[in-house]
């Protein structure tokens, strides 16, 4: 009965490579988002997706693209990953736009880049 | 865009002392949370506090608004207190930013 579920959990590849990491919500919540955790445990938005439209893009690579088939699903896809790129990858929803809602994460996807 | 700052970085109790965990932010918010991340890396949202007082259990927080800051008290800590503590704020110019500091480490001995 996860409420904001993302796979996998741990993800091993090589450098080059393309990988994605899935995340669904069944809160019925308006708002979605993609955190990224590094080494030091900073964590940083990402991406931000209000009802399946793009609100917030910060300063990523464009070989990270998110995409959202409906508002429960927002998934991540990384092109030609890179050593730097290692991190822990939080997705999390909130009711939207309203003010002081509260924000649920999924339990991370810890990605490593060989 | 809005700075969040938490002090202090790391944290050593002995487990049954009490502790005070303080998050400064550079402007005006509306919303404020504290968040908990266990050494498993689960995010636990802790509360909502954009202003006022909130307890739950062992754990209460004070947010005052005016003075831009937010207070997270651990009384009586227990060894599964440890983890890393964020606060986390939200912009009145961008409701879908919520920006995070770098947290407070928390480390609780037997």
């Known amino acids: 009965d996860t409420a904001v579920s993302q796979t996998p959990k741990y993800l091993v590849t090589q450098m080059g490579n393309d990988k994605s990491i899935k995340c669904e919500q069944n809160?019925?919540?308006?708002?979605m988002y993609w955190y990224k955790q590094d080494s030091k445990k900073f964590l940083k938005i990402m991406f931000s997706y209000n009802n399946k439209e793009l609100i917030i893009n910060e300063t990523v690579p464009n070989r990270f693209s998110p995409k959202s088939p409906d508002k429960a699903h927002l998934n991540l896809h990384i092109n030609s990953l890179e050593l730097g790129d290692s991190a822990v990858y939080f997705c999390a929803s909130s009711t939207g736009t309203a003010l002081g809602e509260k924000l649920f994460f999924g339990s991370g996807t810890q990605l490593s880049v060989l | 865009g809005i700075q969040v700052e938490q002090s202090p970085p790391d944290l050593i109790l002995q487990e049954g002392a009490n502790s005070t965990l303080r998050c400064n932010f550079s402007?005006?918010?509306?919303?404020l949370q504290w968040f908990h991340q266990n050494p498993w890396g689960q995010l636990i949202n802790l509360f909502y506090i954009p202003s006022g007082t909130k307890q739950n259990g062992r754990l209460s927080a004070t947010t005052v608004a005016t003075e831009r800051y937010s207070l997270l008290y651990i009384s009586s800590s227990q060894t599964t207190d440890s983890g890393v503590y964020f606060c986390?704020?939200?912009?009145?110019?961008?409701?879908?930013?919520?920006?995070f500091g770098a947290g407070t480490r928390l480390t609780v001995k037997p």
């Open positions: 402007d005006s918010v509306n919303n």
């Open positions: 809160l019925g919540h308006d708002t």
């Open positions: 986390a704020v939200v912009s009145p110019f961008n409701n879908n930013d919520m920006r």
